[in-house]
Nanobody, 124 residues
Framework: QVQLVESGGGLVQPGGSLRLSCAASGFTLDYYAIAWIRQAPGKEREGVSCISTSDGNIYYADSVKGRFTISRDNRKKVVYLQMNRLEPEDTAVYYC?????????????????WGKGTLVTVPS
């Protein structure tokens, strides 16, 4: 059974940092696309970052480029999102989502598996 469990959210002051973790189980990190997607109160979901083994690329939303970094530890089966220089606009529930298999793509609207999310709050 595929499971994704996020952790690392919390309250942080503007300009601070957090590192989110997504622990994966039920599948091996061989062929996949794993994304971080966030949803702020009253707003639509936004794809933040994604890493795919299909094309070897890493994607970032323009709003987080230069501040956020996605990385993975295949041995631990964990995907991280390092978030620096946080802003109040980054306040949201952050979800980890995945699509598995050869050819898995970073399609934020088409991810097959989702975690329950972790809340990040950056007060204004």
């Amino acid at each position: 059974q595929v499971q994704l469990v996020e952790s690392g959210g919390g309250l942080v002051q503007p300009g601070g940092s957090l590192r989110l973790s997504c622990a994966a189980s039920g599948f091996t990190l061989d062929y996949y696309a794993i994304a971080w997607i966030r949803q702020a109160p009253g707003k639509e979901r936004e794809g933040v970052s994604c890493i795919s083994t299909s094309d070897g690329n890493i994607y970032y939303a323009d709003s987080v480029k230069g501040r956020f970094t996605i990385s993975r530890d295949n041995r631990k089966k964990v995907v991280y999102l390092q978030m620096n220089r946080l802003e109040p606009e980054d306040t949201a529930v952050y979800y980890c989502a995945a699509t598995l298999g050869l050819g898995a793509a970073c399609d934020y609207n088409g991810m097959d598996y989702w975690g329950k999310g972790t809340l990040v709050t950056v007060p204004s």
